[in-house]
């Protein structure tokens, strides 16, 4: 499986869209500080995930949610998905 998901700062109040094979692995990445834009961040949350069967609909998917540019949008997906 794949995975797009949505992970939130409280210190940044920002979110970051991504997609993955392993998300907890990811996660485990993004707060361990070994990307330069999520660095600033830690620690991050996992707030939205959808699991997809290809890499391809994977990144479609995050690229579908970048493209809307809205943290309205993101902030429905997560409301929607609880």
């Known amino acids: ?13 920002k979110f970051y869209v991504g997609s993955t094979e ?4 990811r996660i485990a ?12 961040g830690i620690p991050w949350k ?7 069967g290809s890499r391809t609909e994977a990144a479609n998917r995050e690229r579908a949610i ?3 540019k809205s943290r309205k949008y993101i902030e429905y997906l997560i409301a929607a998905n609880f």
């Open 22 to 25: 392993n998300i907890e692995t």
């Open 66 to 68: 970048k493209k809307k």
């Open 29 to 40: 990445q993004h707060n361990a500080a070994m990307s330069d834009f999520t660095s600033k």
């Open 46 to 52: 996992l707030m939205y995930s959808e699991a997809f």
């Open 1 to 13: 499986m794949f995975y797009c998901y949505i992970i939130y700062s409280e210190k940044l109040d």
